[in-house]
């Protein structure tokens, strides 16, 4: 057993702090704010109403009982969850009102009756990305790829091989709209390019695979809300002895000779032998390594798409929104190109709104709800955010009451903003980019940061801007490749 320090407390950082202690090594989280959580953390507005502050939607949850089980525990007795049906509710441009079911057939039966494409057509591009997925995701996203050992096994060699026919020289776009004449449907499936913050029209067709997540395996609720995993792990991870330590931000990693020697905080120096850092990969360099040589070319990959979040408090119940909702704008390849080309926010952006207070009745007073509302946004670049936001806010009230038939600005009891600058101070990530590195090319997966460090032995990373990239199922993987690599 050896002391180890894990630097944030982010959800990767949790569980990885989880699974080292399950391997009997004494664990010390060192946090900068005053609790866990850090993307995933919760927030509370006056008049009643809660709010998962950052993730939203949840897929692959035995990922998270995984963990509960390698402690010897029963997920159960510390989280639940039940999969949600209807997924999604969807608001097209023209009027057009879907409803994405949990059961694909059911589903597929919905497409043909609202957008007239035959449920035939709809049923073979979904089991085609489930293929996809089976094919592939074992392996670029459970193991690590910067390790030689990991080209020698014979599952990656197959998942190496399946890659061209997956699609690397077209667009998940060009994908789709050969799938489907209806623009629509389109529009539906590009969308899932935003789950790691990639533009559809640049992001290679392998991540057509995307949606398998959500309707080949289902979308989740968390009882209590997404925060409920971070705080049931924090409570695991406590009752194997991790000790959190919040309000004390790394300011150093520490080397003696070629390795790591500890860390300087704010509060003092600790000897550790091994560090974790939970921290986005690009500060862990330039603040916490100021003398030690940065990997450049990993360090400049263009980030992902960034938030900006409106929490309402609403006065008022829409019994057709369920807890995804999604209002499509008119034109998304322009959306995209103000983010991606443009770095700033088209003036009739797509709107996502998630409700828990359905599911959670406590997430808002009696006939009112909690609307989370996000637009897609570039990083943080400099950019007029004061300006943008009062724009874009305009726009999205327009947007979701033409489509509700009400006056929504009128319904707003309570009130507050997250933007990608607001983002990046809470929670250190680069620009506020939500998952750390975009995917819009084709090598993406393999330009991530590695979970470890070439130069300084010792040292590992884990969460949303290192491999696998971001989003939660993805950093409970790093987590878990992270305790993987430590046992070797
Ligand atoms: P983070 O959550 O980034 O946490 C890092 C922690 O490290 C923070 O607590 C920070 O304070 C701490 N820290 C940083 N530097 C230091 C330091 N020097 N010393 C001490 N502590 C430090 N994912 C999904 O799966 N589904 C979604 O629907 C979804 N929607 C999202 C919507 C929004 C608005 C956002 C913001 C994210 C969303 N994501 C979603 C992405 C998901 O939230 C992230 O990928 C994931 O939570 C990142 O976890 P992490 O462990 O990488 O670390």
């Given at each position: 057993p050896q002391s180890v320090a894990i630097i944030g407390a982010g959800v990767a950082g949790i569980a990885t702090a989880v699974r080292l202690a399950v391997q009997g090594h004494r664990v010390t989280v060192f946090e900068a704010q005053e609790s866990f959580g850090g993307k995933m953390h919760q927030l509370e507005l006056p008049g009643g109403y809660r709010f998962d502050g950052g993730p939203s939607l949840f897929t692959l949850p035995h990922l998270v009982d995984e963990l509960f089980q390698l402690a010897g525990r029963n997920p159960h007795d510390y989280f639940r969850y039940h999969r949600l049906d209807p997924i999604t509710q969807y608001f097209f441009a023209d009027g057009t009102r879907l409803t994405a079911w949990a059961d694909e057939e059911r589903f597929a039966r919905e497409v043909e009756e609202k957008l007239q494409v035959p449920v035939a057509e709809v049923l073979a591009f979904l089991r085609r990305s489930g293929r996809a997925y089976e094919a592939t995701a074992g392996t670029f996203l459970q193991k690590s790829l910067h390790k030689a050992g990991t080209y020698l096994s014979p599952d990656v060699l197959k998942a190496l091989a399946a890659l061209p026919q997956l699609g690397l020289t077209s667009t998940m776009h060009q994908r789709h709209a050969a799938a489907f004449q209806d623009p629509r449907l389109v529009q539906l499936f590009d969308r899932?390019?935003?789950?790691?913050?990639?533009d559809p029209y640049q992001a290679p067709a392998t991540l057509s695979m995307i949606p398998h997540l959500e309707h080949g395996l289902g979308a989740y609720y968390p009882e209590g809300g997404i925060y409920a995993i971070a705080q049931s792990l924090v409570r695991l991870a406590e009752e194997l002895g991790v000790e959190f330590r919040y309000r004390e931000p790394v300011l150093e990693i520490l080397t003696a000779g070629k390795r790591v020697s500890g860390l300087k905080t704010s509060l003092g120096t600790y000897d550790f032998g091994l560090v974790v850092s939970n921290m986005d990969v690009v500060p862990t360099y330039r603040r916490l390594l100021p003398h030690q040589p940065a990997p450049e070319r990993t360090l400049s990959q263009p980030r992902s798409s960034s938030a900006l979040i409106f929490y309402w408090g609403i006065g008022q119940r829409f019994p057709e929104l369920g807890v995804h909702n999604i209002f499509f704008s008119q034109d998304y390849r322009r959306e995209f190109e103000a983010i991606f080309r443009e770095k700033t926010i088209a003036d009739d952006p797509t709107v996502y709104v998630n409700i828990t207070s359905g599911h959670t009745p406590t997430d808002a007073p009696p006939g009112h709800e909690n609307w989370f509302v996000m637009v897609n946004v570039p990083h943080?670049?400099?950019?007029?955010w004061p300006t943008l936001i009062k724009r874009t806010r305009a726009a999205v009230l327009a947007r979701v009451s033409q489509a509700l038939g009400t006056d929504v600005a009128s319904l707003i009891r309570a009130e507050q903003v997250w933007d990608p600058p607001g983002i990046e101070a809470r929670t250190s990530s680069f620009g506020g980019?939500?998952?750390?590195?975009?995917?819009?090319?084709?090598?993406a997966a393999f330009l991530r940061h590695p979970n470890f460090s070439g130069q300084l032995p010792g040292l590992y990373f884990c969460g949303g801007s290192v491999h696998p990239g971001g989003g939660i199922p993805l950093c409970l993987l790093s987590a878990r490749i992270v305790s993987d690599l430590l046992k070797n």
């Open positions: 899932f390019a935003t789950y790691n913050g990639s943080d670049q400099g950019q007029d980019a939500l998952y750390g590195s975009s995917s819009n090319n084709t090598l």
